[in-house]
């Protein structure tokens, strides 16, 4: 019998994700459906409970819904309370758990694809609400020495004052970075979606640096900017979006899709 999942969002029309898990499960031959569901703003729950009454085996959640999703599950991992967000449902016998895939996607992306290992790299990410919650802990986790620098600074200190018993973890304003150089900067700041780039100071990038915006499908302010500051390495976030959706995959399927072609099939 086919396996029913879906991505619940509003907007979601835009979504590829039904594209990637349609993707990898012909890969991989599994037998599933994967479609696309907007749920009304005030409708989420409802339609959570929908799914799980008709069968189905899980889903994906996608903005605006990631931290209703968060407050909504009784079982959580571990990567889902330290991001206090979630992406991915499991259902099963009426159970719901969150999990959250987005910083392991992420990981994926930087270390295994784009081949820089952040153990001991000094990495800037800039932005203090969800997309940057969803990562920190995986590139914490990844032993990176970790600069938070957002606007609102003390979104910034409150994120990562978890993590500040460690060491490795700070926060900072943008004005405050100015001398500092980085070998990861990742954009997790929804200033791309407004064609914004943060006030960044000139100088930021080390040597054979990597400018990573989460963003993808266009170039953004902040990736020109990295490349006429002279960062060696750019990437868009389509990468982190195939990654966490391979997560998900696997965890629901017990079966690791190859990423790789279906990164190449969706660059434009
Ligand atoms: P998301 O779920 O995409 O992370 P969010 O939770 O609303 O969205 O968080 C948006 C993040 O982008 C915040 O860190 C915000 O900074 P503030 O906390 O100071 O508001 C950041 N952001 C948005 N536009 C920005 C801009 N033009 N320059 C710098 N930071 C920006």
């Keep these: 019998m086919t396996d029913k999942y879906a991505v619940i969002g509003h ?26 569901i907007e749920a009304p703003l005030d409708g989420f729950k409802a339609t959570i409970e929908r799914l799980v009454q008709e ?3 899980g889903c994906n959640v996608t903005v605006p819904f990631k931290f209703e999703a968060f407050q909504l599950c009784k079982q959580l991992t571990g990567r889902a309370q330290a991001a206090q967000a979630v992406n991915t449902l499991f259902f099963r016998d009426g ?15 930087i270390e295994q694809n784009l081949q820089c290992k952040l153990l001991f790299k ?29 606007r609102t600074l003390e979104k910034a200190q409150q994120m990562v004052s978890e993590f500040a018993p460690y060491g ?24 791309s979606l407004t064609d914004e780039l943060p006030p960044l100071p000139d100088g930021l990038f080390a040597p054979n640096a990597l400018a990573y915006d ?3 499908g266009k170039q953004t302010p902040f990736l020109k900017f990295a490349a006429a500051q002279g960062a060696a390495r750019l990437a868009d976030g389509l990468g982190m979006l195939v990654e966490q959706a391979a997560e998900a995959f696997c965890k629901w399927r017990e079966v690791r899709p190859d990423t790789a072609p279906v990164i190449a099939s969706l660059r434009p």
């Design 122 to 150: 000094k990495v800037l990410l800039m932005g203090a609400g969800g997309a940057a919650h969803g990562v920190i802990w995986q590139l914490f986790n990844a032993g990176a020495t970790i600069t938070v620098a957002n």
């Design 214 to 216: 989460m963003m993808y």
């Design 95 to 109: 159970q719901v758990l969150g999990d959250n895939t987005d910083g392991a996607g992420l990981l994926t992306d």
């Design 11 to 36: 907007p979601i029309s835009h979504s590829k994700s039904p594209l990637i898990h349609q993707a990898f499960a012909a890969q991989t031959q599994q037998d599933i459906s994967y479609q696309a």
């Design 168 to 191: 490795t973890v700070c926060a900072s304003s943008y004005a405050a970075l100015a001398g500092k150089k980085f070998d990861v900067v990742v954009n997790a700041t929804s200033s």
């Design 55 to 57: 069968g189905y085996k």
